[in-house]
C-alpha cells in the first residue's frame, strides 16, 4: 500500500517505534502469560452485551484461557484503565483515537491486533453517484476533528475533491486544493449531516446517524474501505500496554476474535458495514506512529 508523500517521511521517522508480534500457537495458557481462572485476561470493552463476546470467551475457555469483558459507558474510561493497570487490553478504539490519547497524556499503549473499519459513506437525495454531482456542488461534512479529517479523505478517494500534499493526518478544508477540486465542503454537526440532506448535494454521514435518519448502507454513493489509505488512521484495535506487546497469551486472543463466528456476531452487531481488516500488530504500530507524528506536526 503506497502512502503519500507527506505521510511516507512521518512513517519513516516511526517504523523504528514498531514492536514485532511473537508467533504464538493455541493451547493451554500459562499463568506467566495471564489467562488463569486466578488471573483472567482483562479485556476493557464499550458494548460487552453485544453476543460477539459470548462466543468469543467460550473460544477463549476452550483454549484454556480465562478472560474477563470489562463493560465501560463510554470511550473515555478504557485507555486511562488500562494504562493504571485495571486492564490488560481494551479493544474499543481506532488508531488516531489511540494516537491521540497517547499523545495529550504522554502514554505510550500500543496496537497489537486489528478488527475492523466501519466504513465512512456519502449520502445523496438527488445523485445516485459521485460521478454525477456537478462542479461546484457542495458537500457537507462533521465538524468534529476526526470525523471532519476521514471525511475529506473519503471525498478525495471519491475523487471529488484534492487535498495539499502537506495537508498531514488529519487535515481541515483549509487543506483543500481549491483548483483541484470539484467541489466545496461545509462542515456541521455530525447530527445535522443528515439534515442538511435536503439543501446539498450530499452529505458524509457517520454510521451513528445512518440508521436514525431512516437510512440504510445500501443508500450510500459512495463509501471508504478498510484497504484506502484514507481508512488507516480508523482501523478498529486490540489495545495493551507497550511492554506486554510480544504476549503470547494477548496475541492468541487477537486470533481467536478473527474465528468466523465472531466475525459472523460483529457483522450482525455492525448491521453488515463491518469491513474487517488484518494488518498485523507491526503494520499497525507502524500507522500508529505516522499518525502520531502527523497530530504534532
Do not use: K
Amino acid at each position: 500500500m503506497t502512502l503519500r508523500p507527506r505521510r511516507a517521511a512521518a512513517l519513516a521517522a516511526g517504523a523504528a517505534l514498531a514492536l514485532t508480534l511473537a508467533a504464538c500457537g493455541g493451547g493451554e495458557a500459562t499463568s506467566a502469560a495471564g489467562g488463569s481462572e486466578d488471573d483472567p485476561v482483562r479485556i476493557g470493552v464499550v458494548g460487552a452485551a453485544n453476543p460477539e463476546w459470548t462466543i468469543f470467551e467460550d473460544l477463549a475457555a476452550e483454549e484454556g484461557i480465562a478472560v474477563e469483558i470489562v463493560d465501560f459507558s463510554d470511550y473515555t474510561q478504557p485507555n486511562p484503565a488500562l494504562t493504571d493497570g485495571d486492564l490488560d487490553l481494551n479493544q474499543f478504539q481506532h488508531i488516531l483515537y489511540l494516537a491521540q490519547y497517547n499523545e495529550a497524556d504522554g502514554q505510550d499503549l500500543t496496537p497489537i491486533g486489528a478488527t475492523a473499519v466501519y466504513p465512512l459513506a456519502v449520502y445523496s437525495q438527488e445523485y445516485d453517484d459521485v460521478a454525477d454531482i456537478p462542479d461546484g456542488a457542495e458537500i457537507a461534512i462533521p465538524n468534529d476533528v476526526t470525523n471532519q479529517a476521514r471525511a475529506l479523505f473519503v471525498l478525495e478517494e471519491a475523487g471529488l475533491l484534492t487535498l495539499a500534499d502537506d495537508a498531514g493526518t488529519v487535515p481541515t478544508p483549509s487543506d483543500i486544493d481549491e483548483a483541484a477540486s470539484t467541489v466545496t465542503v461545509t462542515p456541521v454537526e455530525a447530527n445535522q449531516t443528515v439534515v442538511a440532506l435536503d439543501s446539498v448535494a450530499a452529505s458524509v454521514v457517520n454510521n451513528d446517524f445512518v440508521a436514525d435518519a431512516g437510512l440504510t448502507p445500501e443508500d450510500a454513493i459512495f463509501a471508504d474501505s478498510a484497504e484506502s489509505e484514507g481508512a488507516r488512521p480508523y482501523i478498529n484495535i486490540w489495545v495493551a500496554r507497550a511492554e506486554d506487546a510480544d504476549n503470547e497469551t494477548y496475541a492468541r486472543l487477537v486470533e481467536l476474535y478473527h474465528e468466523q463466528e465472531v466475525l459472523d456476531a460483529v457483522q450482525e452487531t455492525a448491521g453488515g458495514t463491518a469491513s474487517f481488516a488484518d494488518q498485523d500488530a507491526a503494520e499497525l504500530q507502524e500507522i500508529l506512529a505516522e499518525v502520531q507524528a502527523g497530530l504534532t506536526e
